[in-house]
């Protein structure tokens, strides 16, 4: 048993044991917190598996704004909703399940330890395109190169995701202000945090974007900095967030994936969907990662807002 | 991967075997519709642990790209299927005053002239 | 191909443009739809000449990157869902069309619905497992924002259910998609045919992705989120939900087990998803019979409509050598999801005018409609046939390929319950038509319907007839590409 070891089993044991109290607790809130957590712990074990792009995602996205919108969700349910889980199964119901949760992650186990252990998956022949790639970072190459489509694909589920909450909106609230009043202090700390850090994440999220080329980040790492900041004015009340009807946001919104598409559509015009020339595949690709920044970045804090819940400010 | 716990990729491998089935009781046991979201991403958690620790069976070589592209794209999806999830599920709180499912049936007495009514 | 790029960005492109267009989006819909029809029929008639075709993207080969693949079976099923897409866009302008301002369903509609059919024709064009996945969470997503449209408690507790099942069924693909990559180091279709071996992952990695896209298609006993879900969405989504979005989950499994892994499609997994299949025709079409509302006994015939889709895989056969009715098995499993596709959404169409018209959807209401609304009762009954399996209709040839199948590998139970089905359907389907051929109840009044509009549905449910009436034509464009196991039998 080497150290290294060690800490990796410790890990993984304080990763399950907090799973399960996120899973098993009483109090919804806690077990959100315990979740928080999970997803910390989660990124280290990234860490640990050399994958420091994944590392930033699971502890931006995983934990930071799942947990945040688990948590406005819960306030939002618990002003309307009785708390209680009322009809959980008896007790033989839930030995049934537990029996067959077990039985699940025993395949995956089984499945896991008869793989061979050499296999070494795509890492050869993805060092060997690199260079045409145009970009440094392999996870980049294959997220915006190799695998593009994919990520095209994923930026639009994003933005639909947005449309759909919009969906859910009430009738009479359509056009209106995303989520609720916020009630900030001019003075209070989160103002002058408000007025502080802006231009601190303004310069994370760009360079984030622009290392994601060469180093670990990239468009959504970089776009949840941004959107964290949006929405950090905001609850200071230093700016509102725009109306959904309002056209510029709309616009903005939209741009990164049409751009994705359009540089997609113009490739095939030119012979191949999605084809980028090695020679301008890494002016192509920043475009292409600034324009799903911004994007990302407003879906995302407006998916934390939430639909239209008011039309005056 | 060979049976012995050789290195950390077949340990976080296991665990990820383990979230799935923690997560999945959850989601299959509990009944508060945002601890089922809540257990959904822990499942989802525990399938990308266990595809990044397959994707790094040989240290040597480094942790295989292709799997950490596909799960920072899962982390999206994950993510936007969560936005979603809790939207309903702040929406039918509101309607209807609960946070979990009625177990019968679908309601037959739904209003009449409801169906039709999109464009207003 | 540009006509295949275009099959995916068209959709893409109209659906990003409606968010920004608004009010507007109805009459992009508009220009859109017949573009995409077109760009769907340009590569049924390319691949008709030049055969079936692999496009990597990018122009990176897998396994490095993702290759579109397009044969008889994308290609069927693109114009299927351009046809049937195109239907519900022109049928939809009367409904989701808001000229003076901005309404919350009224602008989500278009979008959502654009998006939709990016993902079916993504689904329908990738060659690749986990891309398949992204275009199907791209699918999930704006069907259960359908389904929740109308605003009503009972519509979003049936998304929430759809979602739930939706959520389970996504990780469950993607977890044997995960096991498929670790094993093989790779997710293109056309090289796992090559390398799949029937070994400890592989089984579990085809269990795990059949059940997670089992739970999406609603086939029994996954299968109880589907009334209540399709039945509460405003008519044109039912269209699209029962008749495309159950199709594209099924069309994934279909792939899996005759392109990817015929080596673990082995005969107890094919026997169970036949007995599921047996199962969703027998109790969809007996609780199809007690319904009292014209969209949920719709509803629940599709949860029994696609038993029939399942009984294709135990049919397809396995003992380990070429089985001569295999082809007939393949070819009956995906007629029937296609004229389905058809009398499904003229189905859903027939009952979204009749409640317009009525102000409800509750039977008792239709007394007498096939004196005021001839030619959509005429459009429900043409449709109503092809589900029976009555000649001459594309449900009759698919049920025609099944049976033969089944007799001749010597599953007669399976035949005699295909038989039952029809004979249930006949039931179910009865009920609503007798109503409309009642004398009128005292003072009924009907809202009239434009009769443009009555001729969509019409339409859609002639291309289910005529599916059976020239069936040469399907079967040739099928026939392209078409994978080895499809012919020969699963091992």
């Keep these: 048993m080497t150290p290294a070891l060690v800490f990796d089993g410790l890990l993984a044991l304080l990763a399950v044991a907090a799973a399960m109290a996120a899973i098993g607790g009483r109090d919804l809130f806690g077990s959100v917190a315990f979740f928080i957590v999970y997803g910390l712990l989660i990124a280290i074990a990234w860490v640990r598996l050399d994958a420091i792009d994944v590392a930033l995602a699971e502890a931006a996205i995983g934990a930071g704004l799942t947990g945040i919108l688990l948590i406005s969700a819960l306030a939002r349910v618990e002003r309307t909703a009785s708390s209680g889980e009322s009809g959980e199964g008896g007790r033989l119901a839930k030995i049934a399940a537990a029996l067959l949760c077990a039985g699940v992650a025993g395949a995956l186990a089984w499945a896991a330890l008869a793989l061979d252990p050499q296999g070494a998956g795509l890492t050869p022949l993805i060092s060997e395109a690199l260079p045409q790639a145009g970009v440094g970072n392999p996870v980049t190459a294959v997220l915006l190169n190799f695998r593009a489509y994919d990520t095209l694909l994923e930026s639009i589920v994003l933005l639909f995701a947005l449309v759909a909450v919009w969906s859910l909106a009430d009738d009479g609230n359509w056009g209106g202000l995303p989520g609720l009043r916020q009630h900030a202090r001019s003075d209070g700390v989160l103002a002058t945090f408000g007025r502080l850090l802006p231009p601190f994440g303004l310069v994370v999220a760009v360079y984030l974007v622009w290392a994601g080329s060469e180093n670990p980040g990239g468009a959504f790492q970089g776009g949840t900095v941004l959107a964290a900041i949006w929405l950090l004015v905001a609850m200071a009340g230093i700016t509102e967030l725009p109306r959904v009807s309002s056209l510029p946001l709309r616009a903005a919104l939209v741009f990164g994936p049409a751009f994705f598409l359009a540089v997609g559509a113009i490739g095939a015009l030119a012979g191949t969907f999605l084809g980028l020339a090695p020679a301008a595949a890494k002016a192509i690709i920043l475009a292409v990662e600034a324009g799903l920044t911004l994007s990302i970045a407003a879906t995302l804090a407006l998916l934390v807002a939430g639909s239209p819940q008011r039309t005056q400010g | 991967m060979s049976g012995a716990l050789g290195h950390s990729a077949t340990l976080f491998a296991l665990t990820g075997a383990a979230l799935v089935g923690i997560g999945l009781y959850g989601f299959v046991a509990r009944t508060h519709l945002l601890r089922r979201v809540l257990a959904f991403n ?55 005053g609960r946070s979990s499912l009625e177990d019968e049936a679908p309601d037959d007495e739904a209003p009449d002239a409801g169906d039709e009514r999109g464009g207003g | 191909m540009i006509a295949v790029t275009a099959c995916l960005v068209l959709p893409l492109a109209a659906a990003l443009a409606a968010i920004p267009l608004g009010r507007r989006a109805p009459r992009l819909a508009l220009v859109a739809a017949p573009l995409i029809l077109l760009a769907a029929l340009a590569v049924a008639t390319e691949i008709w000449r030049t055969g079936p075709a692999q496009l990597p993207v990018g122009g990176w080969l897998p396994p490095l990157g993702i290759a579109l693949v397009v044969d008889g079976l994308s290609a069927a099923f693109l114009l299927t869902g351009a046809i049937v897409t195109g239907a519900v866009v022109l049928f939809a302008t009367s409904i989701f069309s808001t000229p003076d301002r901005e309404t919350r369903a009224g602008f989500a509609f278009w979008p959502l619905l654009l998006a939709m059919w990016g993902a079916l024709n993504a689904v329908f064009l990738s060659g690749d497992l986990f891309n398949l996945y992204v275009a199907l969470e791209l699918l999930t997503l704006t069907a259960v924002a359908l389904v929740a449209l109308d605003g009503r408690r009972e519509t979003v507790a049936a998304a929430i259910r759809y979602m739930l099942f939706a959520l389970f069924g996504s990780l469950a693909y993607l977890l044997g998609v ?34 997670g896209l089992a739970a999406k298609t609603a086939l029994f006993p996954f299968h109880a989120w589907l ?167 594309g449900g009759f040839t698919a049920k025609y390929l099944l049976l033969t199948a089944a007799f001749a590998g010597g599953n007669h139970f399976f035949a ?76």
Excluded at chain 2, 63 to 81: C, E, F, H, N, R
Excluded at chain 3, 260 to 285: D, K, Q, Y
């Design chain 3, 178 to 211: 995960t096991l498929i990559y670790a094993r093989y180091g790779a997710l293109d279709i056309a090289l796992l045919r090559i390398l799949a071996e029937p070994d400890a992952p592989t089984f579990v990695a085809a269990a795990l992705m059949t059940i």
């Design chain 3, 227 to 393: 009334p209540p879900a399709h039945a509460g969405a405003p008519a044109p989504a039912s269209a699209m939900l029962s008749a495309l979005v159950t199709k594209a989950s099924f069309y994934i499994v279909v792939r899996i087990w005759f392109d990817v892994l015929p080596v673990a499609g082995n005969e107890a997994l094919a026997m169970i998803l036949g007995a599921m299949g047996v199962g969703a025709i027998l109790f969809g079409s007996v609780l199809a019979i007690g319904q009292e509302r014209l969209k949920l006994v719709v509803a629940y015939s599709t949860v029994a409509q696609l038993g029939y889709l399942f009984l294709m895989f135990p049919l397809a056969g396995s003992g380990g050598e070429a089985q001569p009715w295999a082809a007939g098995a393949w070819n009956g499993g995906v007629v029937h999801a296609l004229s389905h596709a058809f009398a499904k959404a003229a189905m859903f169409l027939c009952a979204g005018l009749f409640a317009e018209a009525i102000g409800h959807d509750r039977m008792d209401g239709l007394k007498g409609v096939a004196r005021t609304m001839p030619l959509t009762v005429f459009a429900f009954g043409l449709a109503a046939i092809s589900l029976m399996g009555l000649p001459p209709s």
């Design chain 3, 416 to 491: 005699l319950v295909m038989l039952a089905g029809g004979l249930l359907a006949a039931i179910y389907l009865f009920r609503p038509l007798e109503r409309a051929f009642a004398k009128p109840a005292e003072g009924s009044d009907i809202t009239p319907i434009a009769r443009w509009r009555q001729a969509v549905p019409l339409v859609l449910a002639g291309a289910a007839i005529a599916l059976g009436v020239f069936s040469a034509v399907p079967f040739d464009l099928l026939r392209i590409g078409r994978a080895d196991a499809a012919q020969e039998g699963l091992e």
């Design chain 2, 42 to 96: 822990v499942i989802g958690s525990g399938v990308f642990l266990f595809f990044g620790a397959t994707g790094f069976r040989r240290p040597d070589l480094g942790a295989d790209p292709a799997p950490q592209a596909l799960i920072i794209t899962g982390i999206i999806v994950a993510l936007s299927l969560t936005a979603l999830a809790l939207a309903l599920i702040t929406r039918y709180a509101a309607l209807s």
